[in-house]
């Protein structure tokens, strides 16, 4: 639950029984509100992991493929956007859906790496923890046209994080028994 406070400045909103100190009003003429809810994604993941969502609903109601964000779902995925290329669907027809599908692929990297989203001139990354950046929405358009994987595409970053990982952990390892 989100709750307003002013932190400094004008009068506070009101909420009924001011409880809170804070909730009095200052001198300053300008009012500054904040809320107690803290988001714990960043900003750049809003649009992406909306994408993901609507294709993983669409999917799960329309064509009843459930998605659960998992790398074997992703082979599904694949499948899927094979099956569009062979029906001979305009790209322009099937632009979003491709879009949705690479933002799906891109959570699922995000959920097993503990990637972020990054996001630059309406273009949308995965930042993974060793520092690579993958694209997946484009992926899921070279996809279509017979030339990528988005399986491969997971299977490589979370292959390449889980490397990563290890070594970090490695060389953690060695420098503890170090004297």
């Known amino acids: 639950m989100s709750v307003l406070r002013r932190e400094r400045g004008g009068p506070a909103p009101f909420l009924g029984n001011r409880t809170d ?6 001198t300053c003429s300008a009012p500054v509100y904040v809320t107690t809810f803290h988001e714990t994604r960043p900003n750049a993941a809003t649009k992406p992991v909306r994408w993901a969502a609507d294709a993983a609903s669409a999917m799960r109601e ?6 659960d964000y998992s790398a074997q779902s992703v082979w599904r995925v694949d499948r899927i956007i094979e099956g569009i290329r062979q029906e001979g669907a305009p790209y322009a027809a099937v632009e979003s859906v491709l879009r949705g599908f690479g933002a799906y692929a891109g959570e699922v990297i995000v959920r097993q790496t503990g990637a972020e989203w990054w996001s630059g001139n309406g273009e949308h990354w995965i930042r993974t923890p060793d520092g690579r950046m993958w694209d997946p929405i484009d992926e899921a358009r070279r ?6 994987s988005l399986r491969l595409l997971c299977r490589d970053a979370v292959t390449a994080a889980g490397q990563a990982a290890a070594g970090v952990a490695g060389q953690a390892a060695r420098a503890a028994k170090t004297p």
């Open 143 to 148: 996809c279509f046209h017979g030339e990528g």
């Open 21 to 26: 100190p804070r909730d009095v009003p200052h």
């Open 62 to 67: 329309g064509a009843r493929v459930r998605l």
